[in-house]
């Protein structure tokens, strides 16, 4: 579904260059929902804004399914970001609109008339469990549901990729989880392709099948994400899984032999 | 002599109104567009076009840099070629609006880049095109911020109109010079005075309440 080679992106900073990716490769399966996980400026959220040319990629190339983005015009771009829905930490919602422009904003650039834009966003709203707050501003929502609203919105165009940088790191843990089971249930109804950027275990063990490990701009291993924590193969991995092995021992401590995960 | 007071301050208040009314206008349709340029032509803006950006900056600046009654005069042949005269307040807008207008482009720019850039990516991300990411993003999420920035810049239209008055435009501040200050009539300087504060008054309060309804709106709470 994503198949993405020899990715690089520098970012020119008064140091010097900087080599946020580096001839990075990855392939996502059709309905997977995978997990890039590593370290702060590991480089992931340069990743995913490559990958819908938010970032424009100095080298390599990414396509979708059949469409290689890292060819297209500006318009043809902006067709096929039609189809890439993106979910951010920071919700950017757009606080002049309603709950409901909002989520039709994508309709509406994509110039869908009244009816099936009323149609789409009633529904896509029913999906995320806000159907009565279609008409509340952003300002008057918890954070929980600010994320909702972001995710009927990149819901809303029925996407092939829903892309999701950081998408649960502004909230508390008990919303957290709810935004991930929300994330999973979608991925199965709509049978959609999601990739979840994460510095959070949590996250890889609460929503994702597989994942990807990056460091230094590279994709380090892959797997799922069972083997990822049996396994862990690279340093990135291993220094994650860590921190929950150092736990499960220290709790084997307490409570002695026999005490369980 | 009192119905005169008030014939005099009636017709210099009817002129500068003229005047601020379509001066606003214009200057504001001019520094919308200046500004929306500024902010969409600048190194990362959805139009980026960096040439265009420097071009705009500089006219802008130089415009500024000259004060006003200069620029008038400046532009009197201009006025008298799109009006038909130099004189009077119809000629008056004609400096008004392009006196003002780089002004009003600095502040609409400054209002723009309010806008929080996450919203520019992701109606960008949604596939929006630059037309839609100004009209349907970055207007609509500046509206309050350049209300009042707007509020602040008829203000200085109607002073502006004032020192325009001084030179033959008309209006209030042509009566406090005209009568005030080379006849020393001082009941009419006086009342002018309290005509042109009430106006001010008037206009702060307008812009106030639009951007606060604007703001109550968005966050009132359920
Ligand atoms: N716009 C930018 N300009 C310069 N450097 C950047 C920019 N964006 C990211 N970087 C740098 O690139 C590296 C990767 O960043 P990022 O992709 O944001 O990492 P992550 O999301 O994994 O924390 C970091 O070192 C970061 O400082
Ligand atoms: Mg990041």
């Known amino acids: 579904m994503i198949s993405i080679r020899g990715l690089s992106k520098a970012y020119a900073t008064p140091s010097g260059k900087l080599q946020a990716l580096d001839g990075l490769n990855l392939t996502v399966e059709k309905g997977d ?13 340069t990743l995913v804004r490559c990958i819908n040319r ?5 080298k390599g190339s990414i396509a979708i399914g059949d469409t290689v983005l890292t060819g297209l015009k500006e318009s043809q771009l902006r067709q096929a970001r039609r189809k890439i829905g993106m979910v951010f930490q920071q919700f950017n919602l757009f606080e002049g609109k309603t709950v409901f422009h909002n989520v039709a904003f994508p309709l509406k650039v994509a110039g869908c008339d009244k009816a099936t834009i009323r149609k789409r966003v009633c529904e896509v709203l029913e999906l995320v469990q806000l159907g009565d707050k279609e008409k509340a501003y952003p ?18 165009n029925e996407p092939d990729v829903l892309l999701c940088d950081e998408a649960t790191s502004a909230l508390d843990p008990q919303t957290t989880y709810s935004i991930l089971e929300l994330l999973r249930d979608i991925n199965r109804k709509l049978e959609l392709t ?8 949590d996250v890889l063990q609460h929503a994702c099948n597989n994942v990807a490990v990056i460091e230094q701009g590279k994709i380090v291993e892959t797997g799922s994400v069972d083997k990822f924590f049996l396994y862990p193969e690279s340093d990135t991995a291993r220094r994650f899984v860590h921190i929950v092995e150092h736990y499960r021992k220290k709790r084997f401590a307490v409570e002695g032999v026999g005490a369980g995960i | 002599m009192r119905d005169d007071l008030l014939e005099l301050l009636w017709e210099g208040l009817r002129q500068t109104l003229y005047m601020l009314v379509w001066s606003s206008v214009f200057a504001i349709v001019l520094g919308l567009f200046l500004g929306i340029t500024l902010v969409v032509t600048e190194k990362g803006g959805v ?6 950006n420097r071009i705009v900056s500089l006219a802008i600046n130089s415009v500024r840099s000259l004060p006003f009654i200069i620029l008038i005069v400046l532009l009197l042949p201009f006025a008298r070629w799109v009006v038909g005269t130099s004189l009077g307040p119809t000629a008056a807008i004609v400096s008004l609006s392009i006196g003002a207008a780089p ?19 992701a109606a960008k991300s949604f596939g929006a095109s630059p037309f839609a990411i100004i009209f349907r993003v970055l207007l609509p999420e500046a509206l309050p911020a350049l209300v009042r920035s707007l509020t602040i810049a008829v203000i200085a239209i109607a002073e502006l109109t004032a020192v325009a008055g001084a ?55 359920e």
């Open chain 1, 54 to 58: 938010l970032e424009e990629p100095d």
């Open chain 2, 167 to 221: 030179i033959g435009a008309g209006g209030l501040g042509s009566l406090a010079i005209r009568f005030g200050y080379q006849r020393f009539r001082e009941d009419i300087m006086f009342a002018t005075v309290i005509v042109i504060i009430l106006l001010v008054q008037a206009i702060q309060w307008t812009g106030d309440s639009i951007a606060k309804s604007i703001d109550r709106r968005r966050h009132r709470t």
């Open chain 1, 194 to 201: 999601v990739v979840l950027i994460t510095h959070e275990l």
């Open chain 1, 139 to 156: 300002s008057q929502l918890s954070g929980g549901q600010k994320q909702r609203v972001g995710i009927a919105r990149a819901l809303v």
């Open chain 1, 33 to 45: 929902i995978i997990g890039i996980i590593g370290f702060s400026g590991a480089g992931k959220s």
């Open chain 2, 103 to 121: 002004f009003l482009g600095r502040i609409v720019e400054s209002a723009l880049k309010e806008v929080a850039v996450g919203k520019i990516e």
């Open chain 2, 47 to 52: 139009l980026e076009a960096r040439v265009v």
